[in-house]
T-cell receptor, first 115, second 116 residues
Framework: DTAVSQTPKYLVTQMGNDKSIKCEQN?????MYWYKQDSKKFLKIMFS???????INETVPNRFSPKSPDKAHLNLHINSLELGDSAVYFC??????????????FGEGSRLTVL | AQSVTQLGSHVSVSEGALVLLRCNYS??????LFWYVQYPNQGLQLLLK??????LVKGINGFEAEFKKSETSFHLTKPSAHMSDAAEYFC??????????????FGTGTQLKVEL
């Protein structure tokens, strides 16, 4: 059973389109994240939700809108896609206050290519 | 702000040789430090973590790291490299527990290549 699953795994689209990436975790965690990995492999956090509440919102354009219908799901919707949005988007999950581990569990990533 | 710097974006070793991947941190408070590994076309997987319990931390797949406060370092080592160790390795630091859950700040990664 996949712990953190993302769909789709690959996404190729034209500039200006709107697209969504879905994420689900079956680990019983209460916190989920979106990270963006650029072409140089640099990983940067975008958003984090705890029990459906937004707790981290880094300086991400308004075109990106996360939605968490419940604590097991965190989706990412992107409007008016731009070339610079091409990247691999990783979903991750954890317990909110994990004193002893601080471990994030990552999905396999969704590679977005904007043409 | 807390951050980590990984020295060397690419490291190449021979199979059976020592692996040393460098990570230095910057933090005004005792940090929580992590090493993650990313195999091709996969997500990140935790290798090991430092949470102030012991300065020498052992992880999976024979890797270990030593927290050295005097050098602000948390270098990753493995005595003998295996072909299967070829991957991208990320050092990360966690911001405090207040606000943000487990927000990790990652280094820029080190690509490890293992040659026969």
């Amino acid at each position: 059973d996949t712990a953190v699953s993302q769909t789709p795994k690959y996404l190729v689209t034209q500039m200006g389109n709107d697209k969504s990436i879905k994420c689900e975790q079956n680990l019983g965690h209460d916190t989920m994240y979106w990270y963006k990995q650029d072409s140089k492999k640099f990983l940067k956090i975008m958003f984090s939700y705890n029990n459906k509440e937004l707790i981290i919102n880094e300086t991400v354009p308004n075109r990106f809108s996360p939605k968490s219908p419940d604590k097991a799901h965190l989706n990412l919707h992107i409007n008016s896609l731009e070339l610079g949005d091409s990247a691999v988007y990783f979903c991750a999950s954890s317990h909110f206050k994990q004193l002893n581990t601080g471990e994030l569990f990552f999905g396999e990533g969704s590679r977005l290519t904007v043409l | 702000a807390q951050s980590v710097t990984q020295l060397g974006s690419h490291v190449s070793v021979s199979e059976g040789a020592l692996v040393l991947l460098r990570c230095n941190y910057s933090s005004s408070v005792p940090p929580y430090l992590f090493w993650y590994v990313q195999y091709p076309n996969q997500g990140l997987q935790l290798l090991l973590k430092y949470t102030s319990a012991a300065t020498l931390v052992k992880g999976i797949n024979g890797f270990e790291a030593e927290f050295k406060k005097s050098e602000t370092s948390f270098h990753l080592t493995k005595p003998s490299a295996h072909m299967s160790d070829a991957a991208e390795y990320f050092c990360a630091v966690r911001r405090g527990l207040t606000g943000g859950g487990n927000k990790l700040t990652f280094g820029t990664g080190t690509q490890l290549k293992v040659e026969l």
